[in-house]
T-cell receptor, first 116, second 114 residues
């Protein structure tokens, strides 16, 4: 079974550019979550999505950040006009739709974003 | 008060000893609790989930939950150097806007020395 896949694993962007981070959940998982880990800080929730729906975006910065999980294809976290403070590790996690493990979230390898 | 607090560490134990990691949470209605292990530069790996009061054992790991005290712990028996990592406590709310969102503690760094 393939786990959660994220790409790219490393992304370097200049200030003002756009960053697109992609996440493919575990096969059969319908719930996707994005978390951010800033240097020397803990993991922070950003957004929770199901196919074609944003369930909870309470952790998303109000500007420049958006996320989607289309009917077909991976989930995308998009950061417009990146700033140095966006440099962090971005993790995607997924969980199944039902069953005894419905609350368990499995993390992908992460995308390390560096803004220069 | 932080939503999820872990003992600050770092925690150092000799090989073969029991490592005890503690976590308290502030949201009384929280229902689901998880322990993740994160090696330096890697992603969090789920090692235990617990939903009911009491103990849950899986191999060398035992999770303990006390909802009345809002306390969850992880015991690692027969600690190995390969257990050296940061251990993250995570809590999920009961429903509504809290469902799905994991709130993490700041992590406890564990070092197991030979």
């Amino acid at each position: 079974n393939a786990g959660v896949m994220q790409n790219p694993r490393h992304l370097v962007r200049r200030r003002g550019q756009e960053a697109r981070l992609r996440c493919s959940p575990v096969k059969g998982h319908s719930h996707v979550y994005w978390y951010r880990q800033l240097p020397e800080e803990g993991l922070k929730f950003m957004v929770y999505l199901q196919k074609e729906n944003i369930i909870d975006e309470s952790g998303m910065p109000k500007e420049r950040f958006s996320a989607e999980f289309p009917k077909e294809g991976p989930s995308i976290l998009r950061i417009q006009q990146v700033v140095r403070g966006d440099s962090a590790a971005y993790f995607c996690a997924s969980s199944p739709l039902s069953g005894s493990r419905v609350y368990e979230q499995y993390f992908g390898p992460g995308t390390r974003l560096t803004v220069t | 008060q932080k939503e999820v607090e872990q003992n600050s560490g770092p925690l150092s134990v000799p090989e073969g000893a029991i490592a005890s990691l503690n976590c308290t949470y502030s949201d009384r209605v929280s229902q689901s609790f998880f322990w993740y292990r994160q090696y330096s530069g890697k992603s969090p790996e789920l090692i235990m989930s617990i939903y009911s009061n009491g103990d849950k054992e899986d191999g060398r790991f035992t999770a303990q939950l006390n909802k009345a005290s809002q306390y969850v712990s992880l015991l690692i028996r027969d600690s190995q150097p390969s257990d050296s990592a940061t251990y993250l406590c995570a809590v999920m709310g009961a429903g509504g806007t809290s469902y799905g969102k994991l709130t993490f503690g700041q992590g406890t760094i564990l070092t197991v020395h030979p």
